[in-house]
């Protein structure tokens, strides 16, 4: 067990070996002139070990005869921070924390001994400081809600399971539902606010897609920290700067289903439909990036067929479009009615052939063969839907990245 404390402008790491116990360990490694390791976090060496002495006056309740405890230095406090140094932690950088943070073994370590300053400078280039006023720190408040959103040993579970499950799904049709439990998990769990960028993308062309295209990016590789919904809102934020003929996003739209239900009329609803300028409605499916959701590894008469994902997706979209279509000028009163709040004064919807977008899956691993059969794949559908990976929009982007700085 470690303890934590601030004594006499020293920051101080308690090691209390476990109930059977001692310290012997330790000091043979220390005595030998190698580092010991605690926790998977901490590293020291006998040059950060408090004399016996000094460990008894540190602690008032210490026993001077009991040498089964051991104390480091971990820090000491310079301008108002504790600077830690870098070997200590395993860092770029020192890391600087505000001397009036409360300090335990939860700021520094997760569940699973995973070190919580390492996972941060594993994303950034630059020293990590926490609280105080110097202009680039982390607030108290911010670091706080990090800490909070950690997985912890339950949402790695889920993750493991829900991997699992999309790996399995189709071939056994009896699997329980891990992405479900994943997705009520993290929903429970409280989100971090990022603050918005949008100054930089109205005001620079080249800066906003610079900036969309490195936000995919680091979406993409956190993939498995959305929930669905999300998910879409982040994308949604990000594809309205590169389609900017569409004025507005409207959710959960409720539409008339005349032909599903033989005895009435059966409510049907679109999660997330489009409006461009004019008013006219198109719709669009945004589903979160994972791999192989598009096509099968195995051939079905030498051809690379539609996965579940895939091919449910496109026949979600086809059925709401029809059922748009159908609905025709009632409908487009009556969702009007519904969301003029969301629309700009005056304008009028209009269903007039709509189109859908589908967003889902990667292809950065497709062979040829595979790049092929989903190219005749997405032109079969090519006059109503435009099917599109997550590797399409960041190459799209890289393009037109490379043709603007021309």
Do not use: C
């Not at 990016?217 to 498995?224: D, F, G, P, Q």
């Not at 589903?287 to 192989?292: G, Q």
């Amino acid at each position: 067990m470690i303890k934590i404390s601030k004594e006499n402008g020293r920051l101080l790491l308690k090691y209390q070996p476990d109930r059977f116990g001692d310290a012997r360990w330790l000091d043979e490694k220390l005595e030998a002139g190698d580092s010991v390791t605690l926790r998977r976090t901490f590293t020291f060496t006998s040059a950060d070990l408090v004399s016996q002495i000094e460990q008894t006056d540190a602690d008032s309740d210490a026993d001077p005869d009991d040498d089964s405890d051991r104390i480091f230095v971990l820090g000491v406090l310079e301008a108002g921070y504790y600077e830690i140094s870098r070997e200590t932690l395993g860092l770029k950088h020192d890391l600087r924390l505000d001397s009036v943070m409360k300090l335990e073994p939860r700021t520094f370590i997760a569940e699973r001994d995973i070190s919580v300053f390492r996972r941060i400078d594993e994303l950034i280039a630059e020293p990590i400081i926490v609280g105080g006023n110097e202009a680039n720190a982390l607030p108290l408040a911010d670091f706080e809600q990090l800490l909070k959103n950690f997985p912890t040993t339950t949402e790695l579970t889920h993750y493991a399971r829900s991997r699992i499950a999309r790996i399995l799904r189709d071939y056994f049709g009896t699997l329980s539902d891990a992405d479900e439990r994943l997705n009520r998990y993290l929903e429970s769990k409280k989100k971090l606010t990022a603050n918005s960028r949008k100054g930089l993308l109205a005001t620079f062309e080249l800066q906003k897609f610079e900036y969309i295209h490195a936000e995919l990016k680091t979406m993409l590789a956190t993939v498995e920290g959305y929930i669905e919904k999300d998910w879409q809102k982040k994308i949604l934020g990000l594809l309205m700067f590169i389609f900017p003929k569409y004025i507005a996003v409207l959710e959960n739209v409720h539409v008339k289903d005349f032909y599903s239900n033989p005895d009435g009329v059966s409510d049907r609803y679109i999660d997330l439909m489009l409006v461009d300028a004019n008013g006219s409605i198109d719709i669009i499916e945004v589903k979160k990036p994972f791999p192989n959701a598009l096509l099968s590894r195995n051939k079905y008469r030498n051809n690379h067929t539609p996965r579940n994902e895939l091919a449910g997706t496109i026949m979600q979209a086809e059925k709401y479009l029809f059922h748009l279509s159908k609905w025709g000028s009632a409908g487009e009163k009556e969702i009007h009615r519904k969301r003029k709040s969301e629309l700009p004064d005056g304008m009028e919807l209009k269903i007039t052939n709509p189109k859908a977008l589908i967003l889902l899956g990667r292809d950065y691993d497709f062979n040829a063969e595979q790049r092929f059969d989903f190219e005749i794949i997405r032109r079969k559908y090519a006059n109503m839907l435009d099917i599109m990976t997550y590797d399409d929009l960041l190459r799209r982007l890289e393009n037109i990245i490379v043709m603007m700085k021309r």
